[in-house]
């Protein structure tokens, strides 16, 4: 396995699966900072409700790319909590999906960073444990890409 910027990978806007206790799994958008992963949420979902009844989360965000033979994978899992949003933290969370046009963003997005009227609240999850892995691969020239 090739050692990877774990920072640099969980930068890029990609998409993390979120484990509640139940259990259940959701795809969320998330923002990665200070060594914490930050999950935009609000009274339309439920997540909120699963944090707060028990407070433990696992995450997983990952590529695979067939075509370069890319897969990386960051595995974290820890106490989540429920906390005050704020917009600016939104703004950049929001930019790194959506553009940094804010002109151009669905309404429904534009309107989260209004978090009095719409009750959006951020899901907290510190990891206790973060496990990062390369497990890319060399694509052969030769090798015919797989049936769709």
Same mark, same amino acid.
């Given at each position: 396995?090739?050692?990877?910027?774990?920072?640099?990978?969980?930068?890029?806007?990609?998409?993390?699966?979120?484990?509640?206790?139940?259990?259940?799994?959701?795809?969320? &958008?998330?923002? &990665?900072?200070?060594?914490?992963?930050?999950?935009?949420?609000?009274?339309?979902?439920?997540?909120?409700?699963?944090?707060?009844?028990?407070?433990?989360?696992?995450?997983?965000?990952?590529?695979?790319?067939?075509?370069?033979?890319?897969?990386?994978?960051?595995?974290?899992?820890?106490?989540?909590?429920?906390?005050?949003?704020?917009?600016?933290?939104?703004?950049?969370?929001?930019?790194?999906?959506?553009?940094?046009?804010?002109?151009? &963003?669905?309404?429904?997005?534009?309107?989260?960073?209004?978090?009095?009227?719409?009750?959006?609240? &951020?899901?907290?999850?510190?990891?206790?444990?973060?496990?990062?892995?390369?497990?890319?691969?060399?694509?052969?020239?030769?090798?015919?890409?797989?049936?769709?």
């Amino acid at each position: 396995m090739t050692p990877f910027d774990v920072d640099e990978f969980l930068a890029q806007p990609l998409t993390a699966r979120v484990a509640t206790n139940g259990p259940t799994v959701r795809p969320t &958008w998330y923002l &990665w900072e200070d060594h914490t992963f930050w999950i935009l949420s609000g009274p339309w979902s439920r997540l909120p409700a699963h944090v707060r009844a028990s407070p433990r989360l696992a995450l997983t965000v990952d590529v695979c790319d067939l075509a370069t033979g890319l897969v990386r994978q960051v595995v974290a899992s820890g106490p989540a909590a429920v906390v005050a949003f704020d917009v600016p933290r939104g703004r950049r969370k929001l930019a790194r999906y959506l553009g940094s046009d804010e002109q151009r &963003w669905d309404p429904r997005f534009q309107a989260y960073l209004n978090e009095a009227e719409r009750g959006t609240v &951020w899901v907290r999850l510190a990891p206790e444990t973060l496990r990062a892995k390369d497990l890319s691969y060399e694509v052969s020239s030769t090798a015919e890409p797989p049936a769709a």
